[in-house]
Each structure stands twice: as C-alpha cells, then as structure tokens.
C-alpha cells in the first residue's frame, strides 16, 4: 500500500523513483536553511500547495562561495515570499527557553510578539551557581584579552575568552551540571578548535569530562539547545571590527539556543561600537547583570559607554534586520512610530501619526502593507509637494482611504509605495500622476527615478513592474 507521507530532503525529491508519485501538498521545514533552487526540487513534483516552515530572522542558507553569495543565492525562498509582501504566519509561543532569557530576542528580533509556553518556576534548576540575579539566570561576562589570527590564517581566537569559558565550565561541572547538557558556542571556527583543545589538556577536572560538553559555532546550532549556553564572542581590536557578530541574526541565533542559562562572555569596549551588541549590553547593565571579576565574587562592569544609536536608514519601519532584507512592514505601530521619530532628519519623522492605530489606513485588511504605502503616500505628498514638514498630512486628507493605493494584495512593496505616491502626487496637484514643486512638473516616470523611493526601499527589480502598476491605475 502507497504511504500517505513521504520523507526526504529537498534534493532527495528528485530522486526518480518519485517521478510516478503526484502529491496535494509539499511541506518544507528549515526552508529558510535551504536554498531557492533546492526548495523547488521538491515542487517541481507538481503539488497543490506548498507550505514553508522556517524563521527568516535566523541564519539562512549556507553559501561558501562568495560570487554565488553577491548574486543572491543566499537569500531563501521564505524569505523571498516575504519581500514580496506575503505576510508570514508567526507561532508566537516558545516552550525553550527561560522568560528572561526570551525577552531580549522578543523585543529585538520579533516586535515584542513572543509568548513564553514555560513559566520561571518550570525553568528553574536550584543549583549552587553565581548567577548574579537567581530570578534571572544569565550574566554578560565582561572581559578585555585582545583577538589573535588562528592557527589557518582565516579565524580568529581569544585566550582570555578561552580561559574564563574554562572557569565557567568547571564551575558547573563541580555543581553538578550533566556535562551533555552544557553547550559552548562561538561565532569563529577558530575559536572553537581551541576552546576544544583548551578545555581538553588545561581543564582542571577529568578530561572525559569536557570531551561530553558540545562545542560548535553559531552556525552549527541552529535549531539546537542545551540546558545551559555559553557564548564566547570573540572579537576585540582596536579598530572595533566585530566581523561576523555584525550579523543580527547570528545574534539571535546564539541568544535563543539555552533553556535554564545563558553566559555571555566578550569585551563590552570593542562590542559597543556596533548599535545592536550596544543595546544588549544596556540589556544586561539595566538588570545589573553586566559583571566582571572571579565567578564566586562577580561585581558590576563600571565602564561607561553611550546609549545605542539605531543604524540611520531611510526605510520608514526599518529596524536591524532591514539591513538583511527583513520585511520592515511587520513592526508593530509602536516601535514604527519610535523609529520614526528616532532619526535626526529622516524626511518621515514628522509622519509619526501615521502610524497611529486609530487612522483609517489600519482599516485595510492588507495591514503592514497598508501602513507603509499610507506612510509613503503621505511623504510623497509633503515631499514633492513643496510643503515641507509644517505640513501634517493624513491618510484621509489624501484621499487614500478606501482607495485602490492601499488595496494591493500579492503586491510588493514598490509597487504599493509608486502607487500610493501617484495618488498623493495626484492629490496635492489636482493633476494625475504629476506634482507641482518650486514651478516645476514631476510625471509619475520622473517620480518613480526621484531618490525618495530608494530611500524607502523601492529598488530597481521592481520599477518595471512599478511603473505598469501605475500606468495601469490612470
């Protein structure tokens, strides 16, 4: 009897002996792990639907030559869907981890939607271990050895960070902590190699010990978790590069993999410098978990560094996942309007109100995409039409409301932004598709190439397309 439910890998559906099988449904888990061309093995079958599982916040496919990389190959195919302005489906519940150590990645990397499954009380283990808050059990483990080039010429290592992971880990170890339990992540296969053989051959405990506990890179545990993680960051020079750490999903990656506990151990002075490892590192300080000398007398990190700055972007909605091609729309109207009035100059920030759940753009079943056509089509019209920002317009005053420039469904987002922008032109002006400015015409085609629209995300694949939609609209 033929099986309801056939397993494979993505390149193994190719395989011929299911050249005869037709199937109703293709379901892709870890599709944003997989590349575009291995994600349509499987739907070349031929199906009727296809469902992604997967989290395009985290690391997606692995791609090791970097002429493949530049031209796309590492962008995903959910993540693609989500560019084009299908909105995901979010499980917002997670049974994993701690809710302390949740909320950082919640409110960073997933807009505040996270749920949290599993109660303090169910993620509590009553060991004797120095967690600075015992209601709280994490810590960011300030240290200030330099990074060295690894043994390969092409990774980086840290000895200090080697040495304190040592201290750490035998601290566990002698408290009781199952060694299969514990996990050693690091960005730098560099990095990793040594922690191995430093824990191996200078660890004070039996070395069979330290051979049970898993060390690997970031990468590596992806869709992993142990009871306790410790992260070693690595990076610290003088010239404040951080390298991979620069990539927030990897951050995000290396935060959620721990159930009971997370150590962070890296040089505030040299992660500072780059916004987001900024803001985690005010995470820990405002819960005084910032902390630096002995495991078993851990005072305060005294150093002072500024608050975090966001990355300046035009994109209006833009967070730090924009700058990987992230949805922006899928801010939630708080934390829009907070990076909205967050950027000195941004031509948006006086558009705040915009965002304000009570207007009329929210009444769109098309939601994000709604919002940030609105938004666009506001600017566009304060913009082009030469009032400047004393003017407060809305999406009512625009004519937008019920209009076909925020009805786009299946749409992307450039088009909804050169649609909703025409409408504004044409409303300001009285004239379709053209605006007057300073006595001078702007023809939809002369909008469409104005910088404005590079600025909120509108990029060249899509002005064809674009252009079309609003030719298509007079």
């Known amino acids: 009897m033929a099986a309801d439910v056939v397993c494979c890998t993505c390149v193994t559906a190719g395989d011929a002996r299911l050249e005869r099988l037709s199937f109703h449904s293709v379901l892709i888990d870890e599709s944003t792990q997989a590349t575009e061309p291995e994600c349509l093995i499987p739907l070349m079958v031929g199906c009727r639907q296809v469902v992604l599982v997967g989290d395009h916040c985290q690391l997606g496919p692995v791609i090791t030559c970097k002429k493949a990389a530049s031209a796309g190959l590492t962008q995903s195919l959910f993540e693609r869907f989500v560019l084009l302005g299908i909105r995901p489906i979010r499980l917002q519940v997670q049974y994993r981890m701690h809710p302390a150590l949740s909320a950082f990645p919640s409110n960073v990397f997933y807009e505040g939607s996270l749920q949290n499954g599993v109660t303090a009380e169910d993620r509590c283990k009553k060991i004797d271990f120095p967690w600075p808050n015992p209601d709280r059990p994490m810590f960011f483990y300030c240290t200030s050895g330099q990074e060295e080039i690894s043994g390969n010429g092409v990774s980086y290592l840290n000895r200090t960070e080697a040495a304190t992971v040592e201290k750490i880990v035998t601290k566990m170890l002698k408290i009781g902590v199952h060694p299969n339990t514990i996990g050693v992540i690091t960005p730098y296969e560099g990095q990793r190699a040594y922690l191995a053989h430093y824990l191996h051959y200078s660890g004070s405990l039996n070395a069979k010990l330290y051979q049970e506990i898993e060390i690997a890179s970031v990468d590596a545990f992806q869709g992993r978790e142990k009871d306790y993680i410790i992260l070693s960051c690595v990076r610290a020079n003088e010239n404040q590069g951080i390298g991979f750490l620069n990539d927030p999903r990897r951050l995000n990656v290396a935060l959620t993999r721990a159930r009971y506990g997370l150590i962070v151990v890296g040089n505030p002075k040299a992660l500072c410098k780059q916004p987001l490892w900024n803001q985690l590192l005010h995470f820990y300080r405002d819960q005084h978990l910032l902390v630096e000398g002995p495991l078993n007398n851990l005072g305060e990190y005294m150093l002072q560094f500024p608050r975090p700055k966001v990355p ?18 899928l801010l939630n109207s708080s934390q829009l309007n907070g990076q909205l009035n967050t950027h000195p100059g941004n031509q948006f920030n006086y558009l705040s109100h915009v965002s304000n759940p009570s207007q009329p753009c929210f009444d769109n079943p098309n939601g994000p995409t709604a919002l940030v056509a609105a938004m666009a089509a506001a600017a566009a019209a304060a913009y082009f039409g030469g009032s400047g920002s004393n003017t407060r317009p809305n999406v009512s005053t625009l004519g937008l409301h019920g209009s076909s420039a925020l009805n786009q469904p299946g749409a992307s987002h450039a088009a909804a932004y050169a649609v909703a922008a025409a409408a504004a032109a044409q409303h300001q002006s009285s ?19 104005q910088s404005l629209f590079d600025q909120v995300g509108y990029i060249g694949p899509n002005r064809q397309y674009a252009e079309a939609n609003a030719s298509s609209s007079k």
């Open 431 to 449: 004239q379709p598709y053209s605006s007057q400015t300073n006595g001078s015409s702007h023809s939809m085609h002369q909008l469409l190439n």
């Open 312 to 329: 300046y972007t035009f994109k209006p909605g833009g967070h730090y996942l924009a700058q990987l091609s992230a949805n922006p729309a």
